[in-house]
């Protein structure tokens, strides 16, 4: 996560975004955590800080979206990416 370019929207689209819509900032003191969909259009500046930045990402599937072999032949994500272990409630 040095430096993201795909899926980085163009001016063009996030001044057509905020136009249309609200632009929210969310700001915190140190240690603050924000929960959003990843879904949401969003953003953050480079950190200025000296302190390491940290991101956690959880993606969530319901049971009845398992994961299958790949296709095309590649070979499967690694059990820390997508696990295929699960407990039916």
Same mark, same amino acid.
């Given at each position: 996560?040095?430096?993201?370019?795909? *899926?980085? @929207?163009? %001016?063009?689209?996030? #001044?057509?975004? +905020?136009?249309?819509?609200?632009?929210?900032?969310?700001?915190?003191?140190?240690?603050?955590?924000?929960?959003f969909?990843?879904?949401?259009?969003? *953003?953050? @500046?480079? %950190?200025?800080?000296? #302190?390491?930045? +940290?991101?956690?990402?959880?993606?969530?599937?319901a049971?009845?979206?398992?994961?299958?072999?790949?296709?095309g032949?590649?070979?499967?994500?690694?059990?820390?990416?997508?696990?295929?272990?699960? #407990?039916?409630?």
């Open positions: 996560m040095k430096r993201q370019t795909y *899926g980085v @929207p163009q %001016n063009d689209d996030l #001044a057509w975004l +905020t136009e249309r819509g609200r632009l929210d900032v969310f700001e915190g003191d140190p240690g603050s955590v924000v929960f969909d990843c879904n949401v259009m969003h *953003g953050s @500046p480079d %950190n200025i800080t000296p #302190a390491p930045r +940290t991101n956690a990402f959880f993606c969530y599937n049971v009845d979206n398992a994961l299958v072999e790949p296709f032949g590649t070979a499967p994500r690694p059990n820390h990416i997508a696990s295929r272990a699960f #407990a039916a409630a």
